[in-house]
């Protein structure tokens, strides 16, 4: 019941930035914890950082201090401020959203992707 967005991937230098967008429809936007994951080629999915509908943060070791996840929910729209990027940030970058509304009931979504490259 939820339809994500991603945009603002693309080609960064070392040390650059990028903000990635995720806008959301189809359902109620603030109840839900939304993250964004990545995937390089020849790796596994994993979770960058995390934002739950109370505002709480979770970052992987590898970009704690470097990117900042945040959402608007009057805009249904997360974000995820990359600074100090490193090569080893390229991959495609996925929004999740992710909902429990009871203890044996899981919503979760996922957008189309969007690339991150890194590179000099």
């Known amino acids: 019941q939820v339809q994500l967005v991603e945009s603002g991937g693309g080609l960064a230098q070392p040390g650059g930035s990028l903000r990635l967008s995720c806008a959301a429809s189809?359902?109620?936007?603030?109840?839900?914890?939304m993250g964004w994951y990545r995937q390089a080629p020849g790796k596994q999915r994993e979770l960058v950082a995390a934002?739950?509908?109370?505002?709480?943060?979770n970052y992987a070791d590898s970009v704690k201090g470097r990117f900042t996840i945040s959402r608007d929910n009057a805009k249904n729209t997360v974000y995820l401020q990359m600074n100090s990027l490193k090569p080893e940030d390229t991959a495609v970058y996925y929004c999740?959203?992710?909902?429990?509304?009871?203890?044996?009931?899981?919503?979760?979504?996922w957008g189309q992707g969007t690339q991150v490259t890194v590179s000099s």
């Open positions: 999740n959203a992710r909902a429990t509304p009871t203890e044996d009931a899981r919503y979760d979504y």
């Open positions: 934002i739950t509908s109370g505002g709480s943060t």
């Open positions: 189809g359902s109620i936007f603030s109840i839900y914890t």
